[in-house]
């Protein structure tokens, strides 16, 4: 019995910082050769992310600006761009039918108008609130309310008309002769977007301070000083530029707008733009 308890041993103190020795550079080996790749793996989770934040950001801005009222767009700076969106739009009656004998409502645009006649089908059916526009040839025009009228009701169609519109009476500029109309929801008093860029720049971690924001707003005369407040769009931000061109080409029909965005996350960095072609015929 003594025997065989004499046998019995565990490790010795040696033995112990061997194997302790042992697994630290065998640990340290792995290490070397394994966290780059490590590393690697996580900026490239970080930039793909990153990639799929400003992607989103700015197809929703291009697919708002592209549904802009014509001449609509105003910025200040390249920090942030207004403009307003619209909903639907057509083509209105512009002068009275001779064959039907069904009661018709053209749009005479010499003398105030409270009601007119849709001739083409309407994509979404105008609110109660919502903005008819009609030629906005320049882009202060629609602030100031010279070529929007509030809709005060809608009617379906007739054997002359897809729609009819009723509106707070109101005479559109003249000089304006294209027979289109635009609808803008009025989104509870507040019809305009602007997109703004604040607070960008890199800290000391190397993460973006900055943000993306979607500001809803009432209609306003200027545009002094890119506003507060909105939804968030991306966080990150390490710079963004919105450039506007209003007259792109020959036929200065058609504006176009410039994104830029940068964003940054521990020293990892995308950078990303987009153009939006945006018709400015009224």
Request: hydrophobic share 40%; glycine share 10%.
């Amino acid at each position: 019995m003594s025997g065989l308890m004499n046998e019995q041993r565990g490790f010795s103190l040696v033995e112990l910082i061997v194997v302790i020795v042992l697994t630290g550079v065998i640990g340290g080996s792995i290490m070397i050769f394994f966290k780059p790749t490590i590393d690697a793996y996580f900026d490239a989770q970080r930039r793909a992310e990153l990639t799929d934040l400003a992607d989103t950001a700015l197809q929703r801005i291009s697919r708002d600006v592209r549904s802009a009222v014509p001449n609509s767009i105003r910025t200040v700076g390249s920090a942030c761009f207004e403009f307003l969106p619209t909903s639907t739009g057509g083509r209105y009656r512009m002068g009275a039918d001779i064959v039907s004998a069904v009661a018709d409502q053209p749009l005479e645009i010499t003398q105030p108008v409270s009601a007119f006649d849709v001739l083409s089908p309407l994509s979404v059916q105008p609110a109660v609130g919502d903005w008819v526009v009609i030629g906005n040839q320049n882009t202060g025009d629609v602030y100031a309310g010279d070529t929007r009228a509030q809709i005060t009701a809608s009617a379906g169609g007739n054997a002359v008309r897809e729609a009819s519109l009723e509106i707070v009476a109101h005479q559109f500029p003249p000089g304006y002769d294209g027979g289109r109309f635009v609808v803008v929801p009025d989104n509870g008093g507040a019809p305009a977007v602007v997109y703004v860029c604040s607070g960008v720049g890199v800290d000391a971690a190397g993460n973006g301070t900055g943000s993306l924001r979607r500001v809803r707003r009432a209609f306003n005369g200027t545009l002094a000083a890119c506003p507060a407040g909105g939804d968030v769009l991306a966080t990150r931000v390490s710079a963004c530029n919105f450039i506007y061109d209003p007259n792109l080409g020959a036929t200065q029909q058609s504006g176009f707008v410039w994104l830029q965005l940068e964003l940054q996350e521990a020293s990892e960095r995308v950078s990303m733009a987009y153009g939006a072609h945006v018709s400015n015929v009224p």
